[in-house]
């Protein structure tokens, strides 16, 4: 059975920082390419960034290019969101996927709310 | 970047009705990186259709996708009242992924 678990998320003032992480199993983490996705609560989904088997490609909306960094470690199965210089904007559901063709699993989110 | 534009925002429709979703896009994309989604809420999305045109495992075959470069359409025939939901699609290109606006399927 597939499991994509999201963890990290929390209250942070603006300017702040966090830490996303997501561990998944179920299916070969080393060969997939993963990716984050988020959603304002009532609000559309807005894809965050990918990263490929081996994180030499790397890839993300403009909104967060230079401050979200995404990494990987295929020894722990998991995904790291580093997000840095946090803003209201920010504020969203936090979703870990594995990428592909197309995201053919999804983790039930994390909730980063960026508030003072 | 590609802009997926979904029409229409809402569809009212009844159960055992058919309901025909459309995404348009900016620019030509590549089908094989166009796909549906389902979202409940309190849930995370649900892969329906990659390819434009393939179901995902599981994906009853009321589920239809089609469509080609910039038009595509999701067509869902006889609704059941688990399909009341919203649908988004999405598509690969210029490095980056894109979501339409999404659809919201209503129980009329």
């Known amino acids: 059975e597939v499991q994509v678990v999201e963890s990290g998320g929390g209250l942070v003032q603006p300017g702040g920082s966090l830490r996303l992480s997501c561990t998944a199993s179920g299916f070969t983490f080393s060969k997939s390419w993963m990716t984050w996705v988020r959603q304002v609560p009532g609000k559309g989904l807005e894809w965050v960034a990918n990263?490929?088997?081996?994180?030499?490609?790397?890839y993300y909306v403009d909104a967060v290019k230079g401050r979200f960094t995404i990494s990987r470690d295929n020894t722990k199965n998991s995904l790291y969101l580093y997000m840095n210089s946090l803003r209201d904007e920010d504020t969203a559901i936090y979703y870990c996927?594995?990428?592909?063709?197309?995201?053919?699993?999804w983790g039930q989110g994390t909730v980063v709310t960026v508030s003072s | 970047e590609i802009v997926l534009t979904q029409s229409p925002g809402t569809l009212s429709l009844s159960p055992g009705d058919r309901a025909t979703l459309s995404c348009r896009a900016s620019?030509?994309?590549?089908?094989?990186?166009l796909a549906w989604y389902q979202q409940k809420p309190g849930q995370a999305p649900r892969l329906l259709i990659y390819g434009a045109s393939s179901r995902a495992t599981g994906i009853p075959d009321r589920f239809s996708g089609s469509g080609s470069e910039t038009h595509f359409t999701l067509t869902i025939n006889r609704l059941e009242s688990e399909d009341f939901a919203v649908y988004y699609c999405q598509q690969w290109g210029d490095s980056r992924w894109t979501f339409g606006q999404g659809t919201k399927v209503e129980i009329k």
């Open positions: 990263i490929n088997e081996d994180g030499t490609k790397i």
């Open positions: 996927a594995k990428d592909g063709q197309c995201f053919d699993y």
């Open positions: 620019q030509s994309v590549t089908s094989k990186y």
